[in-house]
């Protein structure tokens, strides 16, 4: 290593540009977190610096600020960049697909990290896990979505693969930046948005334009948010910082999933008790046929791109045991906790 | 902070008991890894010194070890020192309680850390979170539990909680150790096991002893680790220290609970496939009624007792958001995903 003094005047700033809002709740106050952590960690050697979206380039030009080496390092999602390959998808959010916990797996323990590792290389980026929303909700309609016959011409704000998935059952969907939902619904330009979860659902107010909130979110069952590093920065630093950085990476991602999950209870709970909020869950054959097709659309991107293909093959063949798993562990013990009985005093 | 060549002095080494055998899957090779995380992100200035179970001292006295300052940490579980204050309970497992993701919720934005760091400090401790097994299984059992009479004089190893809530339901109950547990069922001495799940149980050869594997493990929804600090040793690393050891428990909470998701996949896939190993489920009368006994026998821990009421309260109150929560995030995606829609190709 080096010689202590040279440790001393080597203080270094890391430029982190986000997707994120300053401090939006849940990624822009993990972005925060994040950098804190490896400030605090290195004593100031690697000092992080958070540049809100746009700050210093639009949010979906992190990835190459990133590449190119104008920031050392991203916070965002890999689904924002399905153009450089639709690989990425898969280690953000697939319709149907792994849940937080089973993607965590699937990455650290699965073969997903060295997929992604693969992958990102040909980006000159090395990217890991940094947070995760868990399940999303399904999302706020103006009218019941009842039967498949509903969805056909649904004006919906749904971006990426669950979009396609709606689109190829007759909806017509968009995207639309978090700023421009709000109007368009209210006015009726569209019909239904899809957001994150009551958490941040409740802060936009959506509750006070549009009757029905539906669950499960099919379309992103637990999307996970990456930090990505400048390759040659990444292999600059020391053992000790590279290890320091993946410790806080896998620290983030721990935390920022255990708040969605405390604050989407408790917002919840003000979304139903205070704003009565009639919840919908979403029938079994409008699923079923979903399910179908949020299948055929990944089976597609994986036919003829070998990148695709690749991590298509380990994330199905993963998501078989995870389901059986999941089955006779989290799943069961929902149903049995869910029984009729007194637990409290 | 210190000067550059005061710290290159000041390497210093960690002593770390644990209650886990050397490299014991799960628990003891998360021991290792936090050991690694820590040693080389301060590039060995604060190096840990790992002592599997009994090498130090037994594994139910590293709680005191730590305390006393005999050792500088542990890696164990909070629940096996109740006889400290049954309060530590609630930081560990709770029959009926809360799952994985649901207690690092409680624990890191719930109030959880808050009320635990209180009870710790009593003992000259401070303690966090460092692993998880997930939702274990409900045992191995060597006849069919179809009613609440077949519980009634069933010898069973369930230790903790568990072991008093099917007491009070006619079974007779006790703790072993590890290594005593299958010459006692292959002999007959005891009916019933309940260990941790798949991955575990099919290194340890259950499934050649006894027929049935029942879920989901009630008694154990998301058994927690912990990392416990001498109080003084941790007041008396820098901030930065501080910072790091934070990051690398709450890494391997995150990294921990992932392997037991990926390994217990692929393990039930090999003990149901290759075994032929008869997987039941606990019939929903029977789960009321242990639900019922579950929340009465900690109802009584809290009664009487200041220490665990705070605890109790706290956990009660995040338990009813949580558990509305789940139902119409993880628990209806599961549902929706096992309907019956081709996925794959």
């Given at each position: 290593g080096l010689a202590a003094p040279a440790i001393a005047q080597n203080k270094r ?32 050697q ?190 600059g630093?020391t053992?000790a910082q ?104």
């Amino acid at each position: 290593g080096l010689a202590a003094p040279a440790i001393a005047q080597n203080k270094r700033e890391l430029k982190m540009v986000t997707a994120w809002p300053k401090n939006f709740p849940g990624m822009g106050v993990g972005a925060e977190r994040l950098a804190k952590r490896i400030t605090e960690a290195t004593d100031g050697q690697l000092s992080v610096r958070v540049f809100a979206a746009g700050e210093l380039v639009p949010p979906f030009e992190i990835f190459d600020a990133v590449s190119s080496g104008t920031a050392e390092m991203y916070h965002g999602a890999e689904y924002y960049w399905p153009g450089k390959s639709p690989a990425f998808n898969f280690f953000s959010a697939v319709p149907f697909g792994l849940t937080a916990a089973e993607n965590n797996a699937w990455i650290y323990h699965g073969g997903g990290q060295e997929l992604w590792d693969e992958l990102s290389a040909k980006f000159n980026v090395k990217a890991m896990l940094v947070g995760n929303t868990g399940v999303q909700m399904g999302g706020w309609f103006n009218r019941e979505i009842n039967t498949l016959e509903d969805l056909k011409g649904l004006k919906m704000r749904i971006p990426g693969l669950g979009g396609e998935v709606l689109r190829r059952l007759g909806a017509s969907t968009l995207s639309l930046p978090g700023g421009e939902i709000y109007p368009a619904l209210q006015s009726g330009a569209i019909d239904a948005t899809e957001w994150v979860g009551p958490w941040n659902d409740l802060a936009f107010g959506f509750h006070k334009i549009a009757k029905f909130y539906y669950y499960p979110g099919f379309h992103e069952p637990g999307t996970s948010f990456s930090v990505g590093f400048n390759k040659g920065a990444w292999e600059g630093f020391t053992p000790a910082q590279r290890q320091i950085l993946q410790n806080a990476a896998a620290a983030e991602n721990d935390y920022m999933l255990a708040e969605f999950n405390a604050r989407n209870g408790a917002a919840l709970k003000t979304l139903v008790n205070e704003h009565k909020v009639q919840l919908r869950k979403f029938s079994d054959d409008v699923m079923k046929e979903i399910g179908r097709v949020s299948g055929e659309t990944i089976a597609e991107l994986a036919a003829g791109n070998e990148d695709v293909k690749k991590v298509y093959d380990s994330f199905i063949d993963f998501r078989a045991n995870a389901k059986e798993w999941a089955n006779i562990s989290e799943n069961a013990y929902f149903d049995s906790r869910n029984l009729d009985y007194k637990y409290t005093k």
